[in-house]
């Protein structure tokens, strides 16, 4: 009955009809009748998608080892070769593309296929285990055997592990997001799996104890605290040894021998570690994460723990399919930050990949509301660090100019392009009368700051764009602002209308800053300033009258 | 392979109509294709009139690529077209829509920003599927080249990424086809400025004040006295229920005048003949400029090195048909036409004497008519006699004269004029001096116009609060000002479209220093309010480039 004349049927009777015929041929026969005949769209669909996934399941009986690569887009040949287990029939079709066209990204697809299965045969189970240091009894670092390296099997792990870094005395922003989201993660674990795990905060360097109470409001049940005073800085050495100290349990293989109890860390190491991702987090997770033999997925911006089913025989050894519990996935953005690749640290056969571990990039979590009522413990280390540790010596630091800060004075005065006959003579008029006020300070329109005038060498260092005032300047709220010689643009005006009294000097009768001054003195700024400075001095003119006439 | 560097089959700079063409055919032919657009969405650089043609003569159309482009991304077919030449207050109207409709299939009405944001979304689809995407927010700032080869592109914001086709579509000012020495940006006489306004009107009144339908739309165009004798025209377009309004003119006669870009635009929008579209009310929704290309100069003839090949206003593709400006519909060809030729070349690349896809696309532009309508061989012949300034006075001054005009009636009468201007074969010998766009359009106004008797009160915003109104994300600056004597860079006080003389909010002011007892003029550089138009690159001696990916002026029309 195969080909039958679509144009004797509606379309509702023509679903079940299109299902039974099995052959792609007889369809293209039966769409050319509907074309010449009613030439139904939904018909045309519908027979179309029947003869698509006809072809579909001929594909899936593709014979890879005669597979034409030439056929086939890089998009296609990436999603193929994913179905091929066979490595001769890869290696085949490498030649092939070699000989044709020879897409490097087409062949970096088969290529890294082969791989794929290559290193999995290795991982196989017939090879038979032996501990690293049966089989290189000379090296004095188990760590050095690629395959097998050796940290800890089967070992116990709790809790999640935060490090909480300190800039300058100060918690950084990206520590309280950690902690707020580990404190989400870790209540969402305790429910699914019926644990008590804690959020432990780690705390190191000199005089950072004071931040422990914060730790604990923004979400840690346990704060790490280790105090050194040579640790003022971040030092490479010192804070990874360190952290790995503290996160290794008692009677760990590779701890220290002489630790006092601790009853708050009966485990082998902790489960899961966050770091930040900023230069120094970076740099110290990287460390500790080699040295605590696991894994790190660096540069996280999504976090969750969810169970996985895994069929990789690396890491199932070769049991088929496995279930991971309790795994953490760290998601982050690839090079062009349009796609995801989550990452997984899974223990293998006869090695762990604990903790689990990545970096988070600042700003991917919120900040949480900070809950003083929270109780939590906080513990110390008793790590006495050897001098070795500190093999760097800061002799000498500079802190980067910031500029000048005009926000809090009383008063600003600032200058615009009305300097410009005479720029140097202007800046110094302001300079007086900021002098004849006692808490003030000169800023400047952008205009000035990107204009050409040269300037003196006395009054030079006055003009930079940290003395910018207006939207892509500071913002200043004084008691008196003086505007001399400033036009009033919208992006100036942003950055400084809050202020209690604006004062503006302007040859012109009317120009846009006369529409949000209290007082406008239509007068050359060269003449006004130093008038103004000489009231200012005798008393004459006093800041609480200018305020008070703004009522 | 060299290093660990990321790599693609194919990277296209640039995500506007050139870029998003390139993209769709290399996608749907399997190539792994990386769009790299510096906007935070494509489209919020971008600026055109802008009437999008789909010309029955090209290989390629926008919405053949796109399908669905006319009902989503554009405002209005355009249905009727008329040019007004102005005196003073006489216009002289004629009706060119024959000249419009010629060799049109469709042209619609668009506005950029829409436009290309919708394109962008449909090229990340198409090229997701082929292992790559659009990326936004990635300034491409210059050419992997190694032994003098072409091997793909760096950025300010990721790592540099090979490939075996670099298209570059970034537009005119094209950073990479300066860098591959293909095009400079020396002679003003090479450009067109374009500044634009898009004004609101209230819903129904474009269909009201036009006396158009629906899914009707007019464009306007305006030449003669009104713009102080600088070379070029003025253009009003409807959209959906806004307007376009703007003017282009050669850069050199901009220049020359020391005309305010701003305030030519202004003449237009105050013109009596605008005021029947805005009923006394006006809002501004965006003022925006760009450079554009002048083909019969600048379009490369061989637009390509090595793996690089340059495609729309990157390549200069922008043909001036008399007073119709197609640019889109060339960046569409050429973009489809490049990764037409990569993929045969790539499907024969065993064969050593193959071309390469440069040479290739070269063949194709030829033969596709292209490269017959960006350079047409008539205007070379026409510009060798109409240009030389001996000649043009003499038209002109004959045109001026009594018996000149009477000429003009004359050939009124008959039907000459309106005949004339609706050819595309005279329209594409225009040559580039007063005669057409100036003289001839005074003096058939005066001749023949009727006075226009209407009253135009609005008031167009200054300088200052159009650059208030603009979207800016402020960064490091972009244009380095390498000679800031006024004998070198002192052409862009005036010219730059956001500063002016005596104006101390702009990008270029000038100034007067005084030093050691002698004052010198000279000028200085702010880059903020900058709008990334070009032509500073040309008429200024400046180091020119793009801000950062993301930085800069963000426009929501376009
Ligand atoms: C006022 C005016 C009126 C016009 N009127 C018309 C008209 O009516 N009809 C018409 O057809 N044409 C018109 N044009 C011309 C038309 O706009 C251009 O010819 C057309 O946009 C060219 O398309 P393109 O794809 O080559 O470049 P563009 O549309 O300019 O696109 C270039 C893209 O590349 C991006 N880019 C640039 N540099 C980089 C970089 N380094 N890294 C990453 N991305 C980058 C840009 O952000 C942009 O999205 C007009 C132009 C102007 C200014
Ligand atoms: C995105 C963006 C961000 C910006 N951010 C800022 C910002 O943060 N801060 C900022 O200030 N600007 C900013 N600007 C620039 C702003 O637009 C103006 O250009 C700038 O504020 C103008 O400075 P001005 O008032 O000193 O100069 P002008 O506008 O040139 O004004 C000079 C004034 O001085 C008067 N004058 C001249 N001679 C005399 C005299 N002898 N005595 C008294 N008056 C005289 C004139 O009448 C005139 O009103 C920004 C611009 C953009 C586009
Ligand atoms: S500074 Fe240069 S590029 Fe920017 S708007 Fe002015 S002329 Fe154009």
Avoid at chain 2, 478 to 488: G, V
């Amino acid at each position: 009955m195969a080909v039958f004349d679509p144009n004797d049927f509606e379309i509702s009777e023509l679903g079940p009809k299109v299902k039974d015929v099995e052959d792609a041929g007889d369809l293209e026969e039966v769409l050319e009748r509907e074309k010449e005949g009613k030439n139904r769209d939904a018909v045309k669909t519908l027979v179309q998608s029947r003869i698509d996934k006809l072809h579909d399941e001929d594909e899936d009986a593709i014979d890879y080892t005669e597979l034409d690569p030439s056929e086939h887009t890089v998009a296609e040949m990436a999603n193929l070769v994913r179905d091929v287990d066979d490595a001769d029939a890869l290696r085949g079709m490498l030649e092939r593309e070699e000989a044709g066209e020879d897409r490097s990204t087409a062949k970096d697809r088969i290529q890294s296929r082969l791989d794929q299965l290559e290193s999995s045969d290795d991982d196989g189970e017939e090879e038979e285990y032996v501990p690293p240091e049966e089989k290189y009894p000379d090296l004095d670092h188990p760590t050095a055997d690629k395959q097998y390296v050796h940290g800890v099997d089967d070992g116990e792990y709790r809790d999640m592990w935060v490090y909480c870094e300190t800039q300058q005395g100060e918690l950084v922003d990206v520590s309280l997001e950690m902690l707020g989201k580990a404190r989400q993660l870790m209540d969402d674990y305790n429910d699914q799996y019926d644990e008590e795990e804690l959020v432990v905060a780690v705390l190191m360097g000199d005089d950072v104890e004071g931040h422990a109470e914060d730790c604990i409001a923004y979400g840690a049940d346990l704060v790490v605290v280790h105090e050194d005073e040579r640790m003022a800085r971040f030092q490479h050495k010192a804070y990874s040894e360190v952290f790995c100290d503290v996160a290794r349990g008692d009677g760990h293989p590779y701890g220290r021998e002489d630790r006092s109890e601790r009853d708050w860390h009966e485990y082998e190491e902790p489960r899961y570690v966050l770091f930040p991702a900023t230069n120094n987090g970076r740099d110290l997770s990287a460390q500790v994460q080699a040295e605590l033999d696991s894994g790190l997925a660096s540069d996280c911006s999504g976090l969750y723990i969810e169970d996985t089913v895994i069929s990789n025989p690396a890491k199932t050894g070769g049991e088929g399919k496995r279930q991971f519990e309790r795994v953490l996935h760290m998601k982050r953005p690839d090079f062009s930050g349009f796609e995801y690749s989550t990452i997984l640290c899974l223990d293998k056969p006869h090695r762990d990949f604990h903790p689990q571990g990545g970096s988070v990039i600042p700003g991917s979590f919120e900040i949480p509301e900070a809950d003083a009522e929270r109780e939590g413990e906080v513990v110390h280390s008793d790590l006495d660090a050897p001098d070795e540790w500190f093999r760097v010596d800061v002799q000498d630091y500079d802190t980067l100019e910031e500029g000048i800060d005009l926000t809090g004075y009383e008063v600003v005065i600032a200058l615009g392009r009305g300097i410009g006959d005479d720029p140097t003579k202007g800046i110094e008029l302001g300079l007086e009368l900021r002098d004849a006020f006692e808490d003030a300070e000169l800023g400047l329109s952008r205009g000035v700051i990107t204009s050409s005038y040269s300037f003196d060498g006395h009054v030079e260092q006055y003009i930079g764009e940290d003395r910018q005032i207006g939207e892509s300047g500071q913002v200043v709220e004084p008691d008196v602002y003086i505007a001399a010689g400033i036009s009033g643009a919208i992006q100036h005006k942003v950055g400084m209308d809050e202020s209690d009294v604006i004062i503006a000097i302007n040859t012109e009768p009317d120009a846009d800053i006369r529409d949000f001054s209290d007082y406008y003195v239509q007068g050359d700024l060269f003449e006004v300033l130093p008038r103004l400075t000489e009231a200012v001095e005798s008393g004459e003119l006093r800041l609480e009258e200018i305020a008070a006439g703004d009522d | 392979m060299t290093d660990d560097r990321e790599h693609y089959e194919a990277v296209v700079v640039g995500c506007g109509p050139g870029g998003a063409a390139a993209a769709a055919v290399l996608a749907d032919n399997g190539v792994e294709t990386l769009v790299l657009e510096r906007g935070t969405e494509a489209g919020s650089k971008n600026v055109s009139g802008g009437l999008i043609y789909a010309e029955e003569s090209a290989p390629y159309t926008i919405d053949d690529l796109y399908p669905g482009f006319r009902e989503q991304a554009s405002e209005r077919p355009i249905t009727e077209y008329h040019i007004h030449n102005v005196a003073g207050n006489k216009v002289k109207s004629y009706d060119i829509t024959d000249l419009h409709d010629h060799d049109t299939e469709w042209s619609d009405a668009v506005l950029r920003r829409k436009m290309d944001s919708w394109l962008e979304r449909r090229v990340h689809e198409r090229t997701r599927e082929t292992g790559g995407g659009v990326v936004t927010g990635v300034h491409v700032d210059g050419l992997i080249q190694e032994d003098g080869e072409v091997k793909g592109v760096t950025c300010e914001e990721l790592d540099p990424i090979e490939a075996d086709l670099v298209v570059a579509a970034d537009g005119v000012n094209s950073e990479l086809a300066r860098e591959a020495n293909l095009m400079d940006w020396e002679e003003p006489e090479e450009w067109f400025q374009g500044v634009k306004a898009v004004v609101d009107l209230p819903e129904g009144a474009v269909e009201d004040r036009f006396g158009i339908g629906a899914d009707e739309g007019a464009a306007h165009l305006f030449s003669g006295d009104l713009f102080e004798g600088v070379r070029g025209g003025g253009f009003v377009y409807t959209n959906e229920d806004t307007l376009s309004v703007g003017t282009v003119f050669h850069l050199d006669s901009l220049v020359a005048e020391e005309a305010e870009p701003h305030e030519l635009l202004d003449a237009l929008l105050t013109h009596p003949m605008l005021a029947e579209y805005f009923d006394g009310e006006y809002d501004e929704l965006e003022y925006s400029a760009k450079l554009v290309p002048d083909s019969k100069k600048v379009a490369h003839t061989s637009p390509h090195r090595g793996r690089l090949v340059l495609v729309g206003d990157a390549a200069g593709q922008m043909q001036a048909q008399g007073p119709i400006i197609k640019g889109m519909n060339h960046a569409v060809t050429a973009g489809a036409l490049a990764a037409e030729a990569f993929v045969e070349s790539r499907a024969r690349k065993s064969r050593k004497a193959e071309p390469t896809a440069g040479e290739l696309y070269e063949r194709k532009l030829h033969e596709e008519g292209v490269m017959g309508k960006l350079r047409p061989k008539r205007y070379e012949v026409a510009a060798a006699l109409g240009e030389r300034d001996a000649v043009t006075n003499l038209t002109d001054r004959v045109l001026e004269s009594p018996v000149g005009r009477f000429g003009i009636k004359a050939a009124d009468s008959l039907g000459i004029i309106e005949s004339a201007y609706s050819s595309p074969f005279m329209s594409m010998l225009m040559p580039d001096t007063k005669t057409p766009y100036v003289t001839l359009p005074t003096v058939i106004g005066e001749a023949l116009g009727d006075r226009v008797t209407g009253e135009n009160t609005i008031e167009p915003p200054a300088l200052d609060d159009r650059i208030g109104d603009l979207t800016y994300d402020v960064g490091d600056p972009h244009i380095e000002l390498l000679d800031e004597s006024y004998a070198a860079s002192g052409a862009a006080v005036s010219a730059c479209p956001v500063s002016a003389q005596d104006f101390g909010g702009g990008c270029y002011r000038s100034e007067t220093v005084k030093t050691n007892g002698h004052e010198e003029r000279v000028v200085s550089l702010d880059t903020q309010p900058c709008v990334e138009c070009g032509t500073c690159a040309v008429v200024a001696d400046t180091d020119w480039n793009h801000p950062a990916g993301n930085k800069g002026v963000e426009y929501k029309q376009g």
